[in-house]
């Protein structure tokens, strides 16, 4: 098993304007919509916006259930400039751990909070977006992986023509907990013949140690829970999560 939160940046090359062009230079401003290109400059800017999207997040005791912690993500969607931040922090992430020229070419998000950024890197990486969801959610063809959850067995499904044989592929989702659920969807990623790249994370239950569960590098944006309230605690985030 492979864990992987660090990566170096590539060595970054020097963009120059054409002196002879009349057009303005390109924009690259969060608020506008433009990323700048990947340069040596990409890991300071990374940890900057980590720490402005660890600040928005918010948390809510005693949900679902009492002692549990709830950690809430929805603000960096309920914000345009957030969201903007979250997924060029992702990407950046991609970059600097892959490089420009290893980027993966499918993205599978998970059911169902990996749909609310899973597409959005996708098309900031250039790659395709492909879900992974509950059984019964998906049409045609499909393959299926199990996971065991403390209530009982779940499991995923994705459709047979969602990823192409030797297609590099990253699974996304919003926390890892247990880390069945995505162990299940890393399966399912090698049964279609794709290449599991790794595992994309904004948040990580650390003291549930789901990552132990994942045979591939898994990255999380960004600080999350290190022990749980109580040992009863974990056992009632492990029957809501995975």
């Known amino acids: 098993m492979t864990n992987s939160t660090s990566?170096?940046?590539?060595?970054?090359?020097?963009?120059?304007?054409?002196?002879?062009?009349?057009?303005?230079?390109?924009?690259?401003?969060?608020e506008t919509g433009g990323f700048p290109p990947t340069s040596?400059?990409?890991?300071?800017?990374?940890?900057?916006l980590k720490i402005k999207l660890q600040k928005s997040l918010r948390q809510f005791p005693d949900f679902p259930c009492p002692g549990v912690l709830f950690e809430d993500i929805l603000p960096l969607f309920a914000d345009p400039?957030?969201?903007?931040?979250?997924?060029?922090?992702?990407?950046?992430?991609?970059?600097?751990?892959?490089?420009?020229?290893?980027?993966?070419?499918?993205?599978?998000?998970?059911?169902?909070?990996g749909f609310l950024f899973g597409p959005?890197?996708?098309?900031?990486?250039?790659?395709?977006?492909?879900?992974?969801?509950?059984?019964?959610?998906l049409p045609g063809p499909?393959?299926?992986?199990?996971?065991?959850?403390?209530?009982?067995?779940?499991?995923?499904?994705?459709?047979?023509?969602?990823?192409?044989?030797?297609?590099?592929?990253?699974v996304v989702d919003d926390i890892i907990a247990t880390g069945g659920s995505a162990e299940a969807a890393g399966k399912l990623v090698r049964k279609l013949g794709g290449i599991l790249l790794g595992y994309v994370f904004i948040l990580e239950l650390d003291f549930l140690k789901g990552r132990d569960r994942l045979d591939a590098p898994v990255y999380t944006?960004?600080?999350?829970?290190?022990?749980?309230?109580?040992?009863?605690?974990?056992?009632?985030?492990?029957s809501k999560t995975s």
């Open 81 to 113: 400039t957030l969201h903007q931040q979250l997924i060029r922090a992702l990407e950046l992430h991609v970059i600097l751990s892959r490089g420009e020229t290893q980027k993966p070419d499918v993205i599978v998000g998970l059911d169902a909070r």
């Open 142 to 170: 499909t393959e299926s992986a199990a996971f065991k959850k403390e209530y009982g067995e779940e499991s995923f499904q994705i459709q047979k023509d969602g990823i192409k044989q030797g297609q590099r592929v990253l």
């Open 221 to 238: 944006l960004l600080s999350s829970q290190e022990e749980a309230l109580s040992s009863k605690d974990a056992i009632q985030i492990a």
């Open 40 to 48: 040596s400059t990409s890991a300071p800017e990374l940890a900057r």
């Open 120 to 137: 959005s890197l996708a098309l900031q990486l250039g790659a395709g977006f492909v879900p992974v969801r509950k059984t019964g959610k």
């Open 7 to 30: 990566s170096h940046p590539p060595t970054g090359i020097a963009h120059h304007p054409d002196p002879t062009s009349n057009a303005p230079p390109p924009a690259h401003s969060q």
